[in-house]
């Protein structure tokens, strides 16, 4: 009896010991495919971490921050295979796409019926094909390429019939005598926007000099201009600050013509009162203005007691030519029942 009553103290101190004296730790968290903030070697009861997923991959929970509880990180940090958002097809669009969009975002594997607009086409060829949803994203990524007609030649030889060429592929030209094409090629590319350059020869200058380079909105020449430049001199563009330039920054003068210049894009702007109108917060910098170039993304997360409501436009967004779709979210209504 005596031995059994010390066993009792003994046990009864150990439990009194562990609940009073014991610290409460959680190690690094292990998260496949994601990363997080702060990094420590050992996190103590009530500390936060932020965490985020690389890409391909999104938060299995509805927060990124977590918490170090006596039973471990709660909620516990994952993520999964991130599922695709309504395709946005340039230049198609899917199939009956008002009756399938309220079932977006679909999981990987899904694929969907769609169709090319005039004058695209698949890279099969066809006016319609099959979009899948895959862990890279939607595939293929350019659903639709434009199909160019090579028929009619301005000043110089046409084909007997039209032949039609895909997005990217080249056909040869044959201009009459005294003529060429305006940049001195002898060739035409299928582009996006049909064929560069025209199908037209332009008659050939006799000296083969070039006025002064165009100009072009938001940039200049890196170089002082000059009145008249000689056959086959180069100048180069740049653009303004925080402005992106999209093309060859270097055009040359060929038979009397400069060869296209290029463009200046935009950027965007992410203001406190933007962001204040869509209840939105810049989720990884802490300015509240920023300007981002043409190309880049730009990723938000909702004010605290808000959520998205919608996945378009999502969170994370992409600056095109000072165009930004910003994403809303509405205020959080808690039910009763979960309170």
């Avoid at 949803?133 to 019939?161: D, L």
């Amino acid at each position: 009896m005596f031995i059994f009553l010390n066993l009792m103290r003994i046990k009864i101190f150990l439990i009194i010991f562990i609940c009073f004296f014991s610290e409460t730790t959680c190690k690094p968290p292990y998260i496949p495919n994601g990363f997080y903030s702060p990094q420590r070697i050992k996190h103590r009861a009530d500390d936060e971490i932020t965490y985020g997923c690389k890409e391909g991959f999104y938060p299995a929970t509805q927060e990124t921050v977590v918490k170090c509880t006596s039973t471990g990180w709660i909620p516990a940090p994952r993520c999964g295979l991130k599922p695709c958002d309504f395709p946005q097809i340039k230049n198609g669009r899917l199939h009956n796409e008002e009756r399938y969009r309220p079932y977006f975002p679909v999981p990987v594997g899904k694929r969907f019926h769609y169709l090319c607009n005039s004058g695209f086409v698949t890279a099969s060829r066809r006016y319609w094909g099959f979009i899948h949803c895959t862990a890279r994203g939607w595939r293929p990524a350019v659903p639709c390429v434009r199909q160019c007609v090579f028929h009619k030649v301005e000043n110089g030889e046409s084909p007997y019939r039209q032949i039609p060429y895909s997005q990217g592929e080249s056909a040869k030209v044959k201009c009459y005598p005294g003529y060429s094409l305006p940049n001195g090629q002898d060739t035409v590319t299928c582009t996006e926007n049909g064929w560069s350059p025209q199908l037209k020869c332009i008659r050939v200058s006799s000296t083969g000099k070039c006025g002064p380079p165009p100009p072009i909105d938001n940039g200049d020449i890196t170089s002082f201009p000059l009145p008249i430049y000689a056959p086959s001199s180069s100048v180069e563009y740049q653009c303004k600050y925080l402005y992106q330039l999209q093309g060859n920054k270097k055009i040359t003068c060929r038979n009397g013509e400069w060869s296209e210049p290029p463009k200046c894009l935009h950027p965007c702007v992410i203001s406190e009162e933007i962001m204040e109108r869509h209840n939105i917060t810049l989720r990884w910098i802490e300015n509240q203005k920023l300007y981002i170039k043409s190309g880049d993304y730009a990723e938000f997360q909702c004010k605290s007691g808000y959520r998205q409501t919608n996945t378009r436009p999502p969170l994370r967004t992409l600056c095109i030519d000072g165009h930004i779709d910003f994403p809303s979210c509405s205020i959080y209504m808690i039910n009763s029942k979960d309170e």
